[in-house]
């Protein structure tokens, strides 16, 4: 018996031996649950900091999209930015739309929000531009009349390649589900530097594409030639006149 025991142990001990646990994630939070510290927020026709009319708060551990100071919305388009850049990573990030769209907001910000990734230095954004030179991941919320897909891709002064074809179109569906009223839903990005992107909606991976670079027309004094290609850049969330929450944002760092 005792040496039945022995050779037992010698077993477990060989075994856990040759079979390493796999290294556990190591996953940032962006976002801290308490305040917007390591975020810089840039509204259009404000200066770099300005939280105007507190479009960027946090309520109940929530990061919140509000617009219940605004009586109208004169395209503030917003954007929060993490304080660093990135290159290769995965990102994700839980979001959901509520309430009501701002009065005078565009047709188009209906349910509509979004992930900016490499984006230019928010420094360097002109007091009256739209967007950030970056890559788009769309959220688009569905009701009973009016059903899209979300996490779509658009592309503000850049360009993307699909297969072996450059993409100059603005926007491009991915072949999400439905996602309708005040859901929650997990937006999962995947980016390896200037090469490989993918979208993943609740773990379904639903749009792929590569390389994305500079293109199309570019915002005044924007120096970077087109072609250029985009290994990396900051992160920020957007505000389009249409109230939107996330209550997770996280980063795992791909080491290539």
């Known amino acids: 018996m005792k040496n039945l025991l022995v050779i037992a142990l010698a077993a477990l001990v060989l075994a856990s031996c040759g079979n390493p646990a796999t290294p556990k994630e190591e996953w940032i939070s962006l976002f801290n649950g308490e305040n917007l510290d390591g975020w810089v927020i840039k509204i259009k026709g404000l200066p770099l900091g300005e939280n105007y009319k507190s479009t960027f708060r946090v309520e109940d551990s929530i990061m919140k999209v509000s617009y219940t100071e605004y009586d109208t919305f004169r395209y503030e388009f917003g954007h929060i930015y993490y304080k660093e850049p990135f290159s290769s990573y995965k990102l994700r990030v839980e979001y959901r739309f509520t ?4 009065p005078g907001g565009p047709s188009w910000g209906y349910r509509n929000s979004g992930i900016m990734f490499h984006c230019q230095d928010p420094a ?9 030179a970056s890559v788009e991941v769309q959220f688009l ?9 979300t996490m779509n891709v658009c592309t503000p002064h850049t360009h993307i390649v699909m297969g072996d074809s450059l993409i100059t179109r603005h926007c491009n569906s991915s072949s999400s589900k439905y996602f309708y009223d ?45 072609g250029t290609p985009l290994r990396k850049g900051y992160i920020a969330l957007q505000s389009e006149s249409h109230p939107v929450e996330f209550r997770k944002v996280e980063i795992l760092k791909i080491r290539l």
């Open 99 to 102: 309430g009501e769209q701002a």
């Open 124 to 132: 360097t954004i002109g007091l009256d531009q739209d967007w950030p």
């Open 141 to 149: 919320g569905s009701t009973a009349e009016r059903e899209t897909t």
């Open 182 to 226: 005040d859901a929650w839903v997990m937006a999962e990005l995947v980016v390896y530097g200037d090469s490989l992107i993918h979208h993943i909606v609740n773990g379904d991976t639903v749009l792929t594409y590569s390389k994305p670079q500079i293109g199309g027309d570019l915002p005044e004094g924007f120096t970077l030639p087109q």
